[in-house]
């Protein structure tokens, strides 16, 4: 209730703004000292091949560690850090972090294994952005190891980024992958236009998929299309081993993320052999596991 009809309301209004506006102001401070103090880390998770279970390519995940010592998911700070200016920052701490911890990665997931980061739309269609990164990957000196994963949006905006700046990533043989497909605001037509290696079906069609004939029949669609437009599909967020019955029997998707295979995981926690944190309990190899 907005309307300001007597003192009480008024004052209560007044104390419940302030007390948002706090907490925001202690978000963003935390935000921009964790930034500043490198705080944060990267999980992995690996996309698996569901026939031979073989990793293809692993997600980099960008957690933090607030004040606290608690490690924060994305979810909670990532538009936040895209609106504060800090996101491009961000992500090439999490490009540096990987090329650091580049010997365990290969040690774990195999040297073969694309190393995908996530870019933000808003990210994407900076030009400024996107050619400091081009060029943070390509002294990597290994830039044909690295796929970017954009959202949908950021492939029909009406911007440089396909015509312009996706070119200068293939160029270096970066892989472009499409992240979250099908809860943006793209139509399936669209793709047709979309210069992509590699599609990642939402979550939102995965979960139950086996119980859902609507999302099978847009999973069918999403799968033929992409299939005629050479683009390697990846299914999100595969949780249980209904969903991937599902789609060896019904389908041709070859590659699968989610909790059923492989949790992300740290992976300083793997060379300690510290006890599993509740992220890590996922298994290294691509295994099955049991959720938890
Ligand atoms: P995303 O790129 O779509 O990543 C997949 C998200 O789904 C991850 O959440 C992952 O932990 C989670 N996930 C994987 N398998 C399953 C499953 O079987 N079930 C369920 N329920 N969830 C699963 P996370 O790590 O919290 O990341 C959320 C989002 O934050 C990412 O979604 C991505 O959009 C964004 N993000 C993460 N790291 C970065 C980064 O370095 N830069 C930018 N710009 N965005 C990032
Ligand atoms: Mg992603
Ligand atoms: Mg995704
Ligand atoms: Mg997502």
Redesign the pocket.
Known sequence: RIKNDGKGSAAFFNSSMEREALARMKIEQSLRLAILEKRFC??F?SKVDIRTQAVKGI?????LRDDEGVIQ???SF?DL??ELGL?DE??HL?LAEIVKSIDPINDTFGADATIS????AK?AGNPEFMRSFAQALQDTGFPQRFMI?V?EDAFVAKNHFQAEILPMFRKLGVGISI??FGIGYSSLSALADITADEI?I??SFI?DIHKRPRSQGILRAIESLSEALGMTVIA????SFEELAYLQAATKIRYA????FA??IFLEELKLATPASSESRGSVSARPMQ?N
Do not use: F, H, M, W
Request: with cysteine; aromatic share 4%; glycine share 8%.
């Open positions: 990267c999980a998770q997600e980099a995940l960008v957690r998911a994305p979810g990532i850090a895209s996101i961000l992500t999490v980061i996530n870019v933000a990210q994963e959202t992240d979250d990642k939402d979550r979960t999100e967020g595969l949780e993320q989610g909790y059923y949790r992300p959720q």
